[in-house]
Each structure stands twice: as structure tokens, then as C-alpha cells.
């Protein structure tokens, strides 16, 4: 009985379980195996690939071709180099780093493509926690040194008032009085995420953005649309409902403020989106599958002056904005070992949020 020779699809076929992109190469560049990662990133398929020159897929064939070269007189026994990779379905290029590594056959090289804009985001989504985590310690601290203070001058405030006959000097220490108290109502805010317990049930995530979609509704009845794009097969997750609510609420009450010329014109539209993100990496550890919650506007996008820094403590886009509804909406998600990530142009800026799931 004779067995058939495998084939390099059957040889190769482990490689379709990897994250990352991989061609098998003949000597000559012809791509003897694609893995199914390599076919969702040029966005053709796998027996288009196969056969083709791969050299031909990246903006400067000729490195690749000296590298399949190198490999094949044994000049080296693996190299890397970041390159272009272009994809076929759209025309645009894939920041990647190459590898090129020597197989036990002759005449056969692999090729893995580590995409850089995978790199990129890992290293902004460490960042975003470092950065929330400074916040955490910052806003803690103010607050606590603003809030005793603040006290003793209120205090001092009623005292004096009680002392004084004068109108006009009464109408001084009134205002000492209000102005301390609108500080206090302000501290309270930032301390308010530290204070509360984590209170953790079952959370259906749809639940909260029809919540979330109520409110915004009752607030902005006019002018605004809100669409809802519901994945219904994400399961319930273990979470505190209520600081998910508020965390969605608080992004799209900003997204409905900045959509204020578009409600007065009547063609405002939020977008409520929930999809399931698979072999997601964030915060250094990588998650089976993970919540994406997109909140989508078509308003003028993020000021370019502040896009880096609008989960900073008291920065605003708005005039007469606190500054603190995105800080608590990342804290908020935080505590769930998530994240939010914004990607803003003008006409469209979406906030999506990422929470594991078990």
C-alpha cells in the first residue's frame, strides 16, 4: 500500500491556528502555503495566493527577494526588516515586520508578518492604563488636600457673614460660600468612583444601552437619531452594572454635546454598536474573546489639541465642561480589566470600550 505524499497545505495546516500572518515560500518566491490570518490581512483567498509571487505583495519586492536569496545560500538562517505589505482588496499598505526564517527543506522559506500597527496599539493601550493609573493617584490626592481646606473656608465664610450688618458685604461672603460649594460638589465627583463599592452581578450589556439610550432620548428628543447595531449572542458578563451605565452614558452625553449643530440642523445620529472581539490582547494579557462596545457620532471629532489627552482629569473640548466624564467613564471600565480607545476624524469619532469575557 503506498501513501500519498503531503501536500504543503497538509503539512502546513497547524499554521492557520496562528495570530499571526505566514507564507510558506518556494526558492523562487512562488507562495507554496498562505495561513488564514495571511488571507484575512490581503483579503483574498488562500488558492489566490498560492502559486503567486510573493515578493509582488509588499511596496519594495526586491528586499524580499534578496532575503528568499540569502535564505536559499545559506547566508544567514533567519532575518528581519519592517517593510509594506499591500493589500490586495483595498490597495493599502500594512506596516509589518518580516521574518525570514529557513525551513528543514531546501529551496523552502518561511515568512512571518508581525503587523506594526499591532505593536503600535499594544504599546498605546499600556498607556492608556499607566496613565489612568497615575490619574487614579492624582485626582485621590488633589482631592483630599482641596477638601480639607475648603472646609475651614467655607467655615470662615458663615462666620464672617454672621458677624457683618452690611448688605453689600454679606453679598461678598455669599459668594465665598457658593464658591466653595460648588468646588466641594466637584471633589466629590472625582473622589466618587473610589468611594463606592464594586457592586458585581450578571450584566446583559444590552440592558445598559437601551438604559443609556432612554436618557439620552428624554435629554435630546429632537434632532438626534440613535441607531442601535446589537450583536445579541454576547452572553452575560459578571460586572457592576450601574458604573457601566454611567461609563456609557457618560460617552455619549458627550458625543450628544458635541453633535449640538447637527440636532439644531436635525441629522445628529449616535450609533450604539456591540460586537465580540476574538484573541484580543490589552493590558499585557491576552483574552479569548472580549466586549467591543462602539459609540459612534457623526460630529465634529476630537480637537486635534487635546485627542491625547482626553482621558486627563479636567480636559474638555467644551467650554463649561467639567473635564471628568471621560476620566470616570476609564475608571469605570477599568475596574471591569477593560479599556476605551477613541479614534476620532471630523464627521465621526467612535469610543469603543473593551471588556473581557469569560
Not at 452572553?235 to 452594572?241: I, K, L, S, T, V
Not at 439644531?264 to 484580543?280: C, N
Amino acid at each position: 500500500m503506498t501513501t500519498k505524499p503531503a501536500t504543503p497545505t497538509d503539512r502546513f495546516q497547524s499554521l492557520d491556528l496562528l495570530a499571526t500572518l505566514v507564507a510558506v515560500v518556494g526558492g523562487n518566491g512562488a507562495v507554496l502555503f498562505a495561513n488564514s490570518a495571511l488571507e484575512d490581512a490581503l483579503g483574498t483567498s488562500r488558492r489566490t495566493i498560492e502559486g503567486s509571487s510573493f515578493p509582488d505583495c509588499f511596496t519594495e519586492p526586491h528586499i524580499l527577494r534578496n532575503a528568499l536569496e540569502g535564505a536559499g545560500s545559506n547566508e544567514f538562517a533567519a532575518l528581519r526588516y519592517d517593510a509594506w505589505l499591500v493589500r490586495q482588496n483595498t490597495g493599502e499598505p500594512l506596516p509589518v515586520h518580516v521574518v525570514v526564517a529557513q525551513t528543514d527543506r531546501p529551496g523552502e522559506v518561511i515568512v512571518e508578518l508581525l503587523p506594526l500597527e499591532a505593536q503600535a496599539r499594544q504599546d498605546r493601550e499600556e498607556r492608556l492604563i499607566d496613565q489612568a493609573q497615575a490619574n487614579k493617584e492624582l485626582i485621590r490626592n488633589l482631592a483630599h488636600e482641596i477638601k480639607n481646606p475648603l472646609g475651614g473656608i467655607r467655615g470662615a465664610a458663615q462666620l464672617l457673614e454672621m458677624e457683618i450688618d452690611s448688605r453689600e458685604l454679606k453679598e461678598y461672603t455669599k459668594v465665598i460660600i457658593h464658591e466653595a460649594d460648588r468646588l466641594q460638589t466637584l471633589v466629590d465627583r472625582l473622589l466618587a468612583p473610589h468611594r463606592r463599592p464594586h457592586v458585581v452581578g450578571d450584566v446583559n450589556i444590552h440592558e445598559v444601552c437601551e438604559r443609556v439610550r432612554s436618557l439620552i432620548l428624554a435629554e435630546f428628543p429632537r434632532g438626534l437619531k440613535v441607531v442601535r447595531e446589537y450583536d445579541i449572542s454576547i452572553p452575560e458578563f459578571r460586572g457592576d452594572r450601574e458604573q457601566l451605565i454611567q461609563a456609557v452614558l457618560n460617552i455619549a452625553h458627550n458625543a450628544c454635546q458635541a453633535l449640538s449643530d447637527r440636532i439644531a440642523a436635525g441629522d445628529a445620529q449616535l450609533v450604539l454598536r456591540t460586537r465580540i472581539a476574538r484573541q484580543v490582547t490589552f493590558g499585557k494579557q491576552r483574552y479569548r474573546l472580549a466586549l467591543e462596545l462602539h459609540v459612534i457620532d457623526n460630529g465634529p471629532g476630537v480637537p486635534h489639541s487635546i485627542r491625547d489627552r482626553i482621558f486627563f482629569p479636567l480636559v474638555s473640548g467644551r467650554e463649561g465642561g467639567s473635564g471628568l466624564g471621560l476620566t470616570l467613564a476609564q475608571t469605570f471600565v477599568q475596574q471591569h480589566h477593560g479599556l476605551i480607545e477613541c479614534d476620532s476624524v471630523p464627521g465621526r469619532t467612535d469610543f469603543k470600550i473593551l471588556i473581557p469575557l469569560p
